[in-house]
């Protein structure tokens, strides 16, 4: 394209609220476009010497320009995502590349979709692996009869041919470069539990010297091996097979593929959390408790208390309810691990097992198809739980929509 097109998009950029008033990004931008259109994309340490004067730049030994690179990227999808949300041409600087591209809107959006399902959660492989050789090991050994297999809570689960995904529920990191410092620190930041989230922090914490990039990693927490060593073992004594997936990049369009296993700590759920928005003991994200009403009609949260590595009192939840294609979706969680430890412990204990279908039969008469519980557990170090069910409902389709 001629160069006068080229610089018809890039001053509409630069004047752009969604792009900031920062003249270095605003020169760096123009030199980028410059290059590109001479034919001559710039290295690195050209970059360096003509923007920011470093004529000793050592980019095995600096992050500078790539972190510019990189905040200059989010410049350009911020402008793309508002003020120019309906241009039909997109400036994009490849990653790898320092190069700016002029491309057409469409071919823009089949690019994102693309690499949207780039196999990249190393925590994902590890899952997987670990399923595999669980399975492996429990078929080289004589099936014997389960005892969830009289139960009524597991039917549904193992005798449907739908198809079946367990989530786990990760914790998501994300990088802070320091370009003053040449450092980069790797954080878990609580309140940060998706893409989403990291998007407004990274918007709301901007710097000219600070910048923010997700990590292309996530973390497990311990307990995450034992949850998945214990399905599978259930699993496969049934013939039932499944897939397991990571939450933090968890794909919505999947909501339609089959019937969901979700385990982990409730802030961590992704989508899934709204769905506790719908019970009768919603999660707040902020406060980090469980929202409860007693029969005394009190309204409280419940928040975890004591040391989680001693004495400590968690709360937790399990939840069957209605999907949107015919399928079921299981809920087990925790605001600690110990909760989603014990929700979990509810289905594959056989005592716990007995205990929660025998408080259904009293309460209703029978095993209710959708159901929600709500329960308080202690214990010591994660091992020694002493578990107590608080309230125990029943769900329909009409109760996961609010008036």
Do not use: C
């Not at 509409?12 to 008033?21: A, L, Q, V, W, Y």
């Not at 998706?194 to 918007?203: I, K, R």
């Not at 034992?226 to 496969?236: A, H, S, Y």
């Not at 975890?304 to 079921?328: A, C, L, Q, R, V």
């Amino acid at each position: 394209m001629e160069q006068p097109n080229y610089n018809k998009f890039l001053e509409k950029i630069i004047s752009s609220k969604s792009f900031g008033k920062s003249s270095t990004y605003a020169n760096l931008l123009r030199y980028l476009v410059d290059s590109t259109l001479n034919k001559n994309v710039p290295k690195e340490t050209t970059i360096a010497s003509e923007i920011f004067g470093r004529t000793d730049f050592d980019p095995s030994q600096n992050t500078l320009v790539r972190v510019y690179v990189y905040n200059l990227r989010k410049k350009l999808e911020a402008f793309y995502k508002n003020e120019g949300k309906d241009e039909k041409k997109v400036l994009k600087i490849p990653k790898g590349s320092y190069e700016v591209l002029l491309i057409d809107r469409k071919s823009e959006n089949k690019l994102q979709k693309e690499n949207k399902f780039k196999p990249i959660l190393i925590s994902v492989i590890s899952l997987l692996l670990i399923s595999v050789f669980l399975n492996l090991l429990q078929l080289k050994s004589n099936k014997h009869s389960s005892p969830v297999q009289e139960s009524k809570l597991w039917n549904g689960l193992l005798s449907k041919e739908q198809a079946l995904t367990v989530a786990i529920g990760d914790l998501f990191i994300y990088e802070e470069i320091d370009t003053i410092s040449n450092s980069i620190k790797t954080i878990r930041n609580a309140t940060v539990n998706s893409l989403s989230e990291f998007e407004s922090l990274t918007t709301e914490n901007e710097s000219n010297h600070i910048a923010y990039q997700p990590s292309e990693y996530t973390f497990l927490i311990y307990n995450s091996a034992l949850w998945i060593k214990d399905l599978t073992n259930i699993f496969t004594e049934n013939d039932k097979n499944f897939t397991v997936r990571n939450m933090a990049r968890f794909n919505p369009k999947a909501l339609q593929d089959g019937d969901f296993v979700v385990l982990g700590m409730i802030k961590t759920f992704g989508l899934f959390r709204d769905y506790t928005e719908t019970t009768a003991f919603p999660y707040n994200t902020e406060l980090d408790a469980i929202i409860y009403t007693d029969k005394d009609g009190q309204t409280k949260p419940l928040r975890p208390f004591g040391d989680p590595n001693e004495y400590h009192t968690d709360y937790g939840i399990i939840m069957k309810i209605p999907g949107s294609n015919s399928n079921d979706i299981y809920l087990f969680g925790g605001i600690w691990d110990t909760g989603a430890s014990q929700s979990l412990k509810y289905f594959t204990d056989e005592n716990l097992l007995t205990e929660l279908e025998k408080q259904m039969q009293s309460k209703f008469g029978n095993i209710p198809e959708y159901y929600e519980v709500l329960f308080e557990v202690k214990g010591i170090d994660r091992m020694e739980l002493n578990p107590t069910i608080l309230e125990i409902n029943t769900k329909t389709a009409g109760d996961l929509f609010k008036n």
